[in-house]
């Protein structure tokens, strides 16, 4: 059966005469479940499906641009060529060592106080010193060593000195007191302008010369051995951090970047930022590179491919990151891999290690013959953010680092930790540098400090009358528990800082001083020592002193001593308490007073007065 024909269409379906013929309609799908796990799996039905399938994602869609062919670019580079630790006087930049040994290099302590340590460095220089001595022409070597090793001595500590109440640095100091040079002693002789002939009697005016060569040998080769700063170190001791600048040379001057915040570690272009100033360099036009090459797509795994049939790489999923609403930085990284992830090409550019480069023009060809001009993103903005660059245009700095570097075993641990319980910061010296030069954990040191003490100075006994119970005071911790207290800020009245304080010993009430330069800042010179109360988060914060090595590009062995700052593990409680009572040793637990005896309430005679209050550290 035909259709009859409609001479009026337009009619009919403004007055619906025939309802076959509809109005126009949307093709919608119909969801019959609330999951899409079907339809994610693109189920394969027909080819005028698959077709459709295609021309729904927009597969055949074209795009008015054409792809990069070659990019030709100018790219100016300049090496750094000063440095300034800190707010210290700058300098010219060493290039024969890497910039993490500038920057990070410490100081080596050997003296704590008046108690001398790190034996194993004065020992070591008394031997070379006394082989440089024996290899030389001066006459009657042997006794001029021998004169060596008496004027300059190992010297045995007395029998109440700290260095007695560890074993393995008694017996270490009692092998060699006497018997070896304390080269050190003479280390400091030479470079404070003396000779090394000098105290040295009976040679010849050939000898002496001969001696004193020797002497800047000797300091040559140890200050070689070992990087140490100049008048100044980089360590800020009051933000735990590495604070310095470097400059390179510029057209109109010099570029000046700072590293205000450097843990310690890994040196990258990231830990810089532009500064201002002047470092005393000079103007000087940087070399420049031109150079034309073939751009090529970045790729990434997890990358989504433009192609729907096309089988993705399913290690990395993006879809199980689930970041908030508020989580911006997540948000930007994913819509950068999920979106635009194809829209980026990478050019190759090879430049030195120990450059400050910038790109001064970008041209790219693409399939269609056009050239264009390419500008930085963040061009006519003042501030705008951009990835790999630092603040305005001043480029991308290759520091001038090293690959890899070896890090001996910890010779310090420090860890900073909040005790809400009661409210202090602790600094726990978890790992402390013994006199003979080697790390220990500080709670064995303590506790073998603690006891040497209670030999020392024996506790007195309890006269009656006694108690079943006694009233303490204050509490002890362990020694190598340094509190610092919150005190305002001289002339801030909100502003709070910490300041080194100290606890008295258990045994006598003398104050316990820490057994680690990072804590013992200042206190040799009668300083107090403060941080910023920002520096100790809730999490806490590590300080690590070891030692470092790495070789250059040259073949040049670097060893330095250095701080590496890294977040902690939580609060922690020093189970102070204040005004506690206290079973006594003569009345155990669950054990009464005999029948007929009346209560006690004496209090325990042997409260120590000493603990009234935390000493401050001045």
């Known amino acids: 059966m035909t259709e009859p024909r409609i001479p009026d269409l337009a009619g009919a379906l403004l007055r619906r005469e025939h309802p076959a013929v509809g109005v126009w309609n949307r093709l919608e799908g119909r969801p019959r479940t609330t999951g899409f796990d079907r339809a ?14 295609q021309w729904q994602l927009g597969e055949f869609r074209g795009t008015d641009g054409g792809s990069p062919v ?10 750094p060529t000063r440095f300034r630790p800190g707010d210290g006087p700058a300098g010219p930049l060493p290039t024969d060592r890497p910039l993490e040994t500038v920057a990070e290099r410490r100081p080596l302590p050997f003296a704590f106080g008046t108690e001398p340590i790190s034996f194993d460095l004065r020992l070591s220089l008394g031997r070379r010193w006394l082989k440089l001595v024996a290899g030389s022409a001066v006459r009657d070597r042997r006794d001029v060593a021998g004169e060596y090793v008496h004027d300059y001595p190992i010297a045995l500590p007395g029998p109440s000195a700290p260095a007695t109440a560890h074993p393995e640095v008694w017996a270490a100091t009692q092998a060699v007191a006497g018997r070896r ?5 003479l280390y400091q002789h030479v470079k404070g302008g003396g000779h090394a002939s000098d105290g040295i009697s009976g040679l010849q005016r050939k000898d002496r010369d001969a001696l004193d060569a020797l002497g800047l040998r000797l300091t040559g080769w140890f200050d070689d051995l070992i990087d140490q700063p100049g008048a100044e170190s980089a360590w800020d001791p009051r933000r735990l951090e590495h604070r310095f600048a470097v400059s390179a040379p510029a057209p109109d001057g010099e570029r000046v970047l700072t590293a205000p915040e450097y843990p310690g570690g890994e040196l990258d272009w990231h830990a810089f930022s532009v500064g201002g100033g002047s470092l005393g360099g000079t103007a000087a036009a940087p070399a420049a590179l031109n150079r034309t090459v073939f751009p090529a797509p970045v790729r990434f795994s997890g990358m989504p491919l433009p192609r729907w049939w096309a089988v993705e790489d399913g290690r990395t999923n ?19 891999a999920l979106v635009f992830g194809n829209d980026w090409y990478q050019l190759p550019c090879d430049l030195p290690a120990g450059t400050l480069a910038k790109v001064q023009g970008l041209a790219v060809t693409d399939v269609f013959g056009e050239r264009r001009w390419i500008t930085p993103a963040a061009a006519g903005s003042e501030r705008q953010w951009s990835m790999y660059t630092l603040d305005g245009d001043a480029g991308l700095l290759l520091p001038p680092g090293t690959p890899k570097v070896a890090t001996g075993p910890a010779l310090e641990e420090v ?3 909040r005790d809400e319980s009661a409210n202090l910061v602790w600094g726990i010296e978890q790992t402390v540098r013994m006199a003979s030069g080697e790390g220990r954990a500080g709670d064995e040191v303590a506790a073998e400090s603690l006891a040497f003490r209670r030999r020392v100075h024996p506790p007195g006994t309890v006269t009656d009358p006694h108690a079943p119970i006694a009233y303490e005071l204050m509490g002890s911790v362990p020694e190598n528990w340094i509190p610092f207290v919150p005190v305002h800020v001289p002339g801030d009245n909100r ?22 330069a990072l804590l013992r800042e200042g206190l040799d010179a009668g300083n107090s020592y403060h941080v910023n109360e920002e520096e100790v988060p809730r999490a806490g914060t590590r300080l690590t002193v070891a030692y470092n090595r790495t070789r250059t590009k040259t073949g040049r062995v670097a060893v330095w001593l250095s701080v590496r700052r890294d977040a902690g593990r939580g609060e922690r409680s020093s189970g102070l308490r204040f005004d506690d009572l206290v079973e006594t040793p003569e009345w155990p637990a669950r054990t009464r007073p005999p029948a007929g005896s009346a209560p006690s309430t004496v209090t325990r005679a042997t409260a120590l007065h000493e603990k009234l209050s935390i000493c401050l550290d001045h």
């Open 318 to 336: 993006f879809a199980a990151v689930t970041p908030d609403s508020t989580d911006l930085a997540r948000l930007i990284f994913l819509e950068f």
């Open 40 to 53: 994610l799996r693109a189920e394969i039905r027909d080819p005028l499906w698959l077709l459709a399938r």
């Open 70 to 79: 070659t990019a030709t670019y100018s790219v100016t580079a300049s090496p």
């Open 181 to 185: 040079m304390d080269g050190y002693l």
């Open 415 to 417: 860890t900073l930790v």
């Open 495 to 516: 502003t709070v800082q910490l300041q080194r304080a100290t606890m008295p010993s258990e045994v006598d009430g003398t104050p316990v001083r820490p057994r680690t």
